[in-house]
């Protein structure tokens, strides 16, 4: 198991691993290995490690999941960080640090996009993240409520959970399946702020809930998911786009997002706070500029009806409609799996170190889907599915 950052799995999630491995030898597993870590430790770098050190990156953190994830073991991820944890360092310095993880781990990543590897991410309760979600209440209450929400959210408190998220699953593939039949040119998204048309390729197809792996293992890459998503085209992005939720960038919190668009790269970027580690991450390379993914979420999905702000995009990116800056899926496209970079650039897919995920959607948004012959069909109106299935 490793977490999406060079921190690790931390060390108060210990119960959750101990359990998860006991379950995983249970049901056949010949190795489970962890990666623990301490995100602490990345503070103290921070106060006192050399200035020009940023730019280093041990090598080992690279090899050990790459090596599984060539092998096509399964990955299991715990997203649960401490959200401003980086909040007041340099922003320099947090850029220069940002830039290098995403480097130095694009080998890995590259196996998630490309569904080599059986993969998922999951979260868990900590102290640090609860106290930011639940700041009036006491340490081991707030606690306590983090961990019933993040139940609720995933359906554990139902009365079968297994049922209701197999139910949960094949709703969100019916919508998948009636978007693929359409095929349409391009989506046109309006809201208070947002006036904005995405092109999609041809032979773009939309996922959700369930994909397989190259090994033919069907997996769920996040609990919990809400989204039903595909790729867009990277030359056909044109209009202005404002954030609805506080993007939580590696420990950086990026609020007030607003990004204009011409002819799929972002030409225009604001932001009410943080604007600078907005245009750092935007100008990581040439795709980061760009999209790479759209994903319909509606507003009355469980996370989104809970009003909280998670400041973790695992949650975050599950109660809005959002779009994602840098590299695009390969099985977001028929036969993609199969196609090279080169040739999935040539039909529209974005390549880049990143992808990061900022969410636009609300009870205010309408989207058209837009036929090649130029009609518009909705697609989501006032945040909800304004078709049938």
Same mark, same amino acid.
């Given at each position: 198991?490793?977490?999406?950052? /060079?921190?690790?799995?931390? @060390?108060?999630?210990?119960?959750l691993v101990? !359990?998860?491995?006991?379950a995983?030898?249970?049901?056949?597993?010949r190795?489970?290995?962890v990666?623990?870590?301490?995100?602490?430790?990345?503070?103290?770098?921070?106060?006192?490690a050399p200035?020009?050190? @940023?730019?280093?990156?041990?090598?080992?953190k690279?090899?050990? *999941?790459?090596?599984y994830a060539e092998?096509g073991d399964a990955?299991?991820?715990i997203?649960?960080? %401490? =959200?401003?944890?980086?909040?007041?360092?340099d922003?320099?310095?947090v850029?220069? !640090?940002q830039?290098?993880v995403?480097?130095?781990?694009?080998?890995?990543?590259?196996?998630?996009?490309?569904?080599s590897?059986?993969?998922?991410v999951?979260?868990?309760?900590?102290?640090?993240? &609860?106290?930011?979600?639940f =700041?009036k209440?006491?340490?081991?209450?707030?606690?306590?409520k983090q961990?019933q929400?993040?139940?609720?959210m995933?359906?554990?408190? &139902?009365? +079968?959970?297994?049922?209701?998220w197999?139910d949960?699953?094949?709703?969100l593939?019916t919508?998948s399946? !009636?978007?693929?039949?359409?095929?349409?040119?391009?989506?046109? !998204?309006?809201a =208070?702020?947002? %006036?904005?048309?995405?092109?999609?390729?041809?032979? #773009? #197809?939309?996922?959700?809930?369930r994909?397989?792996?190259?090994?033919?293992i069907?997996f769920? &890459?996040? $609990?919990?998911?809400?989204?039903t998503?595909t790729?867009?085209?990277?030359?056909r992005a %044109?209009?202005?786009?404002?954030?609805?939720k506080?993007?939580n960038y590696?420990?950086?919190?990026?609020e007030?997002?607003?990004?204009r668009f011409?002819?799929g790269?972002?030409?225009?970027? #604001?932001?009410?706070k943080?604007e600078?580690?907005?245009?750092?991450?935007?100008?990581? %390379?040439?795709g980061s500029?760009?999209?790479?993914?759209?994903?319909?979420? *509606? #507003?009355?999905? =469980?996370?989104?009806?809970?009003?909280?702000m998670f400041?973790?995009?695992?949650? +975050?990116?599950?109660?809005?409609c959002?779009?994602a800056l840098?590299?695009?899926y390969?099985?977001?496209?028929?036969?993609?799996l199969?196609?090279?970079?080169?040739?999935?650039?040539?039909?529209?897919g974005n390549q880049? $170190?990143?992808?990061?995920?900022?969410?636009?959607g609300?009870d205010k948004?309408?989207?058209d889907?837009?036929?090649s012959?130029?009609?518009?069909? /909705?697609v989501?109106r006032?945040?909800?599915w304004a078709f049938?299935?």
């Open positions: 198991m490793r977490a999406p950052s /060079p921190y690790g799995v931390a @060390f108060e999630h210990a119960p101990r !359990y998860v491995a006991e995983a030898y249970k049901a056949g597993a190795l489970v290995d990666f623990w870590g301490d995100e602490q430790m990345e503070l103290i770098r921070f106060a006192h200035r020009d050190s @940023f730019a280093e990156f041990p090598k080992w690279l090899a050990i *999941p790459l090596e092998h990955i299991l991820t997203s649960a960080t %401490d =959200p401003s944890l980086l909040s007041g360092q922003p320099e310095l850029n220069t !640090y830039d290098t995403w480097k130095e781990m694009n080998p890995y990543l590259k196996h998630g996009s490309s569904n590897m059986n993969w998922c999951i979260s868990a309760a900590r102290l640090s993240w &609860a106290k930011k979600m =700041p209440l006491t340490a081991e209450k707030a606690l306590a961990w929400t993040i139940f609720k995933c359906r554990v408190d &139902a009365d +079968d959970p297994v049922a209701a197999k949960h699953i094949r709703n593939q919508r399946k !009636y978007l693929n039949q359409k095929q349409y040119s391009a989506l046109h !998204y309006t =208070p702020g947002t %006036d904005l048309t995405l092109g999609l390729p041809k032979g #773009h #197809h939309w996922a959700s809930a994909e397989v792996a190259k090994n033919g069907e769920t &890459a996040n $609990l919990p998911t809400e989204e998503f790729m867009a085209d990277r030359t %044109d209009g202005i786009v404002t954030s609805t506080t993007l590696s420990g950086t919190l990026i007030g997002i607003v990004v011409e002819n790269r972002v030409v225009e970027s #604001h932001a009410s943080n600078s580690a907005l245009r750092k991450m935007i100008a990581t %390379d040439e500029a760009r999209l790479g993914e759209i994903a319909i979420v *509606p #507003h009355s999905s =469980p996370i989104s009806k809970s009003g909280l400041h973790n995009t695992l949650f +975050d990116e599950n109660a809005s959002h779009i840098g590299r695009a390969k099985f977001n496209m028929q036969g993609g199969e196609l090279t970079d080169e040739e999935f650039a040539a039909r529209g880049s $170190l990143i992808h990061v995920d900022f969410m636009i609300s948004m309408d989207i889907g837009i036929t012959d130029g009609r518009a069909e /909705p989501l006032k945040g909800e049938s299935v």
